[in-house]
């Protein structure tokens, strides 16, 4: 499966997503890090690092984990730009929070930003992190508000889930709605021995309300500009396509003017030759009627008259010399034919009589004869 990785230094920087984008991821992170309170922090899932990097100029100390190690890679050369004194305050490494059993257990900090939706069992990683927080220590969560379909998340986020998970280890005091953000600071640890009633005031419902107004707005205005490109779009297509038509159009308008013009000229073409063959023909039917005149006067001669008669008789007797000829030739080409037959019957009987005199049977039956005319 292929590696889907942060990117948020990237976001932060502007370099990712467009600058709307980075000015709202900058503003998450500033908000983050303006609550960080303590000299020591742990960063769980830091991914590409821009938030220890931020404390670490302030002079805290912090060790960040992330189980990429492209994401770990990314981190320290970022760091490796960074002044000595802040390259000594932080510690990047490779590693699996629930598995890793090097880390202090008294961070004044703990920051679990975009991390909370990707756990199974929310109960176990929060009990973890009860265990290396301080007594009076404090949690920072940020988690997507609402549906956002990120392939490895296990669920969505609005209030009052995440005030159940986190609650059950932790006493929530600010919840802060980020535009597709929920950004909850928890300050103290839970007492065990103390049973606390959860209940949602006024002013953080009205908070939860104006987030789903955000939310729901930045939708509409994003569909309507959506619409309003896929107008402009659809009406430059129309636009174009009514020139291309109308190119169209005008091409064969154009050629069809040509194609006539050129009809034209083969009809004046056709025509003339039409005329001409038309008077050709007038005077060669003028003169077959003069030679039709010519032979008729000619043929009353009795002399052509009786020489004409003689030789239509000899041509009929040739004739018919001819096709008696032609029946003799064919009486003899069958004749021919059934004398070749014959031929051919005689030698495949005297093979057959020859076969037949050779073989043991017919030995046996010449003998035989041989021996009874003897006896006669």
């Avoid at 510690?91 to 598995?99: D, E, L, P, W």
């Avoid at 940020?142 to 490895?152: L, Q, S």
């Avoid at 077959?288 to 003689?310: A, C, G, S």
């Avoid at 010399?321 to 031929?343: H, P």
């Amino acid at each position: 499966m292929e590696k889907i990785l942060d990117r948020i230094a990237e976001a932060y920087k502007g370099n990712l997503g467009g600058e709307d984008f980075g000015v709202k991821t900058r503003n998450r992170i500033n908000w983050i890090v303006n609550r960080v309170s303590g000299n020591k922090v742990l960063d769980i899932g830091t991914s590409q690092g821009i938030v220890p990097i931020i404390l670490g100029r302030e002079g805290k100390k912090v060790d960040a984990i992330d189980i990429e190690q492209d994401s770990i890679n990314y981190a320290n050369e970022q760091l490796e730009k960074e002044h000595n004194s802040v390259k000594d305050l932080i510690n990047f490494k490779v590693a699996n929070f629930m598995t890793d059993d090097q880390l202090d257990k008294d961070y004044h900090t703990i920051l679990l930003t975009e991390v909370l939706e990707h756990i199974a069992d929310p109960h176990s990683f929060m009990n973890k992190i009860c265990n290396h927080l301080s007594t009076d220590g404090k949690l920072i969560v940020t988690v997507p508000f609402g549906i956002n379909d990120f392939i490895d998340h296990k669920r969505t986020y609005y209030l009052v889930q995440l005030n159940n998970h986190l609650g059950e280890f932790f006493s929530i005091n600010e919840v802060e709605f980020l535009g597709k953000w929920t950004g909850g600071v928890i300050c103290s640890k839970k007492n065990s021995d103390i049973s606390e009633h959860h209940s949602f005031s006024e002013e953080l419902i009205t908070k939860l309300e104006d987030a789903f107004y955000f939310v729901e707005r930045e939708y509409i205005n994003r569909i309507k500009n959506m619409q309003n490109h896929i107008s402009k779009e659809t009406s430059q297509k129309s636009q174009q396509q009514q020139k291309e038509s109308d190119n169209t159009m005008e091409y064969y308008k154009k050629q069809l003017q040509e194609e006539r013009m050129i009809n034209e000229g083969l009809l004046k073409v056709i025509n003339k030759e039409l005329k001409t063959l038309v008077t050709a023909n007038k005077n060669a039917d003028a003169r077959y009627l003069n030679d039709i005149k010519f032979e008729e006067k000619e043929i009353n001669d009795p002399t052509i008259y009786k020489l004409i008669q003689n030789t239509e008789s000899l041509s009929k007797e040739l004739q018919e010399s001819l096709k008696r000829e032609e029946n003799i030739l064919s009486d003899l080409l069958t004749v021919t034919n059934e004398k070749n037959r014959l031929k051919q019957q005689i030698k495949r009987l005297e093979n057959r009589y020859s076969a037949l005199r050779n073989s043991k049977l017919g030995k046996l039956t010449i003998n035989y004869w041989k021996f009874k005319n003897k006896s006669k």
